[in-house]
Structure formats: structure tokens, C-alpha cells
């Protein structure tokens, strides 16, 4: 019987494919994760951004109603500003994947999105 050298080697190129494997599940989760926190703060600026125009044209205080939707839709409103124009710019963060960010000890930062409303030029 000869010797083989490469004798054993399909068990770890085995090992191998499946780490690789794992570790493309995992950046495809903690990507998707990260697109769907992008689109929902992209959602909820628009709708902060309508309310607070709203509450502009009735006359009350524009981003009290804002930050009632952002918080609504589990953002934090970071900004709120009438512009000279008449309207009304906001500026919202959602938390990007804050379950598996404290599972993991991830440092994600949360996704940002900003929107203007209010009278037609």
C-alpha cells in the first residue's frame, strides 16, 4: 500500500465550505438587515416630514407632530427645521439590526434619512 499525502483532505475542504457558507449567511442577514433600516428611515422621514407641514398649515407647531410619527414607527426624530420656503425639513435615525447588533456586540450605526414638505412653489 502506498502513501498517500493528501489522505484526510476532503474532510477539512468539507469544513472549509461550510465556514464559508455560515459566513455568507451571515453578511447576507446583517446586509438585508441594514437595507430594510435605510428604507424604513427613508418611510418615516417622509411621513415626519408631511405631518410637520400639516401642522404648519393649520398653524400649530410643526415638529411636536413629527416627532409623534417618528417615534410612531420606532425612530428618533434628530431634526426639525421651518425653512424659509414655508417648509419643513426633518432629519430621522432608525436603529439598524439593534437585536443582533447587542446578541453580537455589532457596532452598527443607525440609518439616517431626511425629507423636506410643505406648500407647493
Do not use: K, Q, Y
Amino acid at each position: 500500500m502506498t502513501h498517500r499525502p493528501d489522505r484526510g483532505s476532503a474532510g477539512l475542504l468539507a469544513v472549509w465550505v461550510a465556514a464559508v457558507v455560515v459566513a455568507s449567511a451571515v453578511v447576507a442577514v446583517v446586509w438585508g438587515g441594514v437595507l430594510v433600516a435605510r428604507h424604513r428611515a427613508g418611510r418615516t422621514a417622509d411621513l415626519a416630514a408631511l405631518a410637520a407641514a400639516g401642522g404648519l398649515a393649520r398653524g400649530t407647531e410643526p415638529c411636536p407632530a413629527a416627532a409623534r410619527v417618528a417615534a410612531a414607527a420606532g425612530a428618533d426624530l434628530t431634526s426639525c427645521a421651518v425653512l424659509p420656503d414655508g417648509s419643513v425639513l426633518v432629519v430621522v435615525e432608525v436603529p439598524a439590526l439593534p437585536r443582533l447588533a447587542t446578541t453580537w456586540g455589532l457596532d452598527v450605526p443607525p440609518a439616517r434619512a431626511r425629507a423636506r414638505a410643505g406648500p407647493p412653489p
